[in-house]
């Protein structure tokens, strides 16, 4: 594996582990807390934090196709 | 007459009309039967991969469960952009071994690696069936459900019989297409599907949005949900945060090495083929997939459940059951908002839902009888059977098992306490826990190549027991068994997924037993390795 695909390999499983994992904690509001966090920019913060990593994880996966997944002939 | 009616009615012809077109096109041969000839380019093969993919789960059962427990099941879509690195990693993989050395099963390749081991074979095969078979019951539950719901006014008849005639229907319609054409018809109704399925969660997901009253009010409601549907882990409590993480991790990958998707890297063209599907695949699928779950959170805006003290969940008297929120959410507001076009827009919408649920159907029931066929009929019962037997066979295996889905479902329905065929989110969450434990023996064939055959039987054997333990299936066989069972592993299931843990166990076993077994040859391993690479 080349040192670009290692590196996007890394930010993959970190944007995954961000957005779907521990990273949920940062922003996860308690419910008990009344005066927790619960809206970002007008939104429910948990989805912005989701849908931000997503937008992560698919910046990854073009710069994979176009740099490191092989084109193979036909 | 219902327009829904209409445009079911025209859906299932044209349908059959592709099925008829893959028979004019097929070859007599196995191969072409099962795998379109190896031939599949990059549109058909994106679109029977998102299909097959996208099922009954994803636009019912999903958007169920976050209408259910809010937020956190919202964090499960996150999962696919890394499910299509492994379309590619895996996919191009499996594709090029698969056309090199002509396989048609996964258990083809698998078995043969380990030295044609025919435990091997029979665990792998048997890892494909306890994926395909809920999944399987769960398109045609779906099937019944959404007769339920869609012609409830337009039929004089009990629901009970609602519901069976339309999983029957549903059941029949989806068998004759496959057994017409095999492959070929099921890619190609896929490319309809897709189409379809993705435009209309779309669409719902519109609707709702105008339905609460544009963007910010959509916004302004989900922030006005009670707490607990805010956060993780949810108002059941079930969602917890390393819970998710490790089903983001792992439930793509199951999703990818389970028959159906296997086959149709070995039926693509190239690995080229697989390199764009997995770009498509990582940015339409997931949009999509927000899109089904947005409508579950306006949902539960719109129709907020009752909270039990115990922490059990009731859904709105309106709803009916978690799965049904969004047919009746789109039933319910897009005809009073569109006017006539209101009703047309939910009767594609059905359409929409009943292409999810027969594109996954078909896809797996076509990969489960060459499976059984090949990986069983073949080396076990008939090994000198002719090829046309053995596609005869395969035909013959697909009636089988869509009418025992269809008993399955039948009797889920008149039995409610009937554990193992509740919800179909619940369903989903059991097969894909089945299928990871067959991704220990294929990372090792695919790249690790440190295993051995023994250690590959064993690992899996494991694996899938220690998941048996963990779903209601045990309550078959003993109540007392089953609660002992549900005791024992309550505390780990609220933070873990059944799946991992059958894979912990499997991985370990797999590890040790092949520590003190022959591994295969190193020039078996080196042939397999040329194959994948060139």
Redesign the interface.
Known sequence: MTALGRILAAA??FA??M????G??IV?????DPD?T??FL??????VW??S??CV??V???I??RTV????A? | MNPSLIAIGVYVGVLIAIGVAGMLRSRNSEEDYYLAGRRQGFLTTAFTIMATMFSSAAVLGLPGQVYQDG?PF??????L??T??FV?LLG?RIS?IGRARGYVTPGDLVADYYGGCAGVRLAVALCGFLFVLPYVVMQVKAGGHLAMTLFRDDFDVSDDALFDTGALVFTGITTAYVLLGGMRSVAWSDVLQGVLLLSGMIIACAATIAAMGGL?AY??A??E????A???PGVSGAWT??K??I???FSGVASIVQPAQWMRFYAA????TL?RT??IF??VL?VCL?ASMMVGLGGRALYPPTVEESGAVTPHPDVGANDQIVPNLMREHVPELLGPIGALVVAFFMVAVVAAAMSTADSNLHALSAVLTRDVYDRFIRPKASERERAWVGRGLIVILSLFAYVLVRYGNRHPDFEPIKMIAQLMLVAIAFSLQLVPAALDVLFVNRGSGRGALCGILSGLVVVFLFTPLPALFSESAAHSLADLTLDLKRNVDAGFCGLFVNVVVFAVVSRFTTKPAPDVVKAFRKSGQS
């Open positions: 993959m499983l995954t582990a957005g779907s994992g521990i949920i904690w996860n509001p308690d419910p008990a927790a619960r809206e007008g939104m429910p913060v948990l989805f989701g849908v990593w997503f994880q698919v990854v996966v073009v994979a196709y997944w092989r084109k193979d036909t | 937020f919202f964090f499960f879509a996150l999962n952009p890394l299509a690195c590619y191009s090029r910010s916004f302004e989900l922030t949900l009670p707490p607990e805010q956060s993780v945060v390393p998710l993480m089903f983001a991790f063209k190239s690995a080229n390199r997995a770009l990582a940015i997931p927000m």
